[in-house]
C-alpha cells in the first residue's frame, strides 16, 4: 500500500516568513495530493490540493509543487501570520482512500 | 447545510463497555469514511464505505465494526472498548463515484476508555 512520509515534524518561523514542509511517497500511481489544515481541537480542512497532471498550484500566500518523477510534493506558506500556526497534513491517493503523512506543527511567532 | 455531523461530541467509556458512534452527512455524497487521529500518528483510516451498501476495512479495523445504514450515515461500533481505543475519532465523506477526491470531516469525537 502507499506509504507517506512527512517533515518536519515540528517547524517554528518569525511572522513574515516563509515556510515549507515536503512529503514523499511510495505509489506511483498516486495522482491526488491534498493538504489540510487542522487548528487546535478542531476538524482537519482541506486548504489546498494537486493532481498529478500538474506541477504547481497557487491559491494567494499558499502554494503546493509536484515533483513526479522523485515521488515527492511540497506546501509552500509566504508571509507566514501568527493564525497560520496550526498542524498541516499531506495525503496521497490513486483511488476513494487518502494515506496521510503524520503531520507537521508550524508555529509562527508575531 | 451543515455539512459532515458527528455524535457525540465526547464519551468516557469503561474497559469492556460497547458504544456506537455516529455520522451524518447531507451533501448527498456517495463515500464515506472513519479515521482515529492518535499523536503523532496522523490519520488512520478504520473503515471506508466507497457507495451504500458497501463496507471495506481501513489500515486499522481490528476492534471495530461499521454500520452504512443508508446513503447519509455511517456508524462506527465499539463492540468491546480497550484503553488502546482512546483516541479522537472522525468522519469524514467525499462525493465518490471512482477516483481520489476532496474529503470533508466532521467535527470529532473524543473517546476516553478507562
Known amino acids: 500500500g502507499e506509504n507517506v512520509e512527512q517533515h518536519p515534524s515540528t517547524l517554528s518561523v518569525q511572522e513574515g516568513d516563509s515556510a515549507v514542509i515536503k512529503c514523499t511517497y511510495s505509489?506511483?500511481?498516486?495522482?491526488?495530493f491534498p493538504w489540510y489544515k487542522q487548528e487546535l481541537g478542531k476538524r482537519p480542512q482541506l486548504i489546498i490540493d494537486?493532481?498529478?497532471?500538474?506541477g504547481e498550484k497557487k491559491d494567494q500566500r499558499i502554494a503546493v509543487t509536484l515533483n513526479k518523477t522523485a515521488k515527492h510534493f511540497s506546501l509552500h506558506i509566504t508571509e507566514t501570520q501568527p493564525e497560520d500556526s496550526a498542524v498541516y497534513f499531506c495525503a496521497a491517493s490513486r483511488s476513494s482512500t487518502l494515506t496521510f503523512g503524520k503531520g507537521t506543527m508550524l508555529l509562527v511567532s508575531p | 447545510n451543515a455539512g459532515v455531523t458527528q455524535t457525540p461530541k465526547f464519551q468516557v467509556l469503561k474497559t469492556g463497555q460497547s458504544m456506537t458512534l455516529q455520522c451524518a452527512q447531507d451533501m448527498n455524497h456517495n463515500s464515506m469514511y472513519w479515521y482515529r487521529q492518535d499523536p503523532g500518528m496522523g490519520l488512520r483510516l478504520i473503515y471506508y464505505s466507497a457507495s451504500e451498501g458497501t463496507t471495506d476495512k481501513g489500515e486499522v479495523p481490528n476492534g471495530y465494526n461499521v454500520s452504512r445504514l443508508n446513503k447519509r450515515e455511517f456508524s462506527l461500533r465499539l463492540e468491546s472498548a480497550a484503553p488502546s481505543q482512546t483516541s479522537v475519532y472522525f468522519c469524514a465523506s467525499s462525493e465518490g463515484g471512482g477516483g481520489p477526491q476532496t474529503q470533508y470531516f466532521g467535527p470529532g469525537t473524543r473517546l476516553l476508555v478507562l
Open positions: 505509489d506511483s500511481a498516486s495522482n491526488y
Open positions: 494537486i493532481r498529478s497532471n500538474v
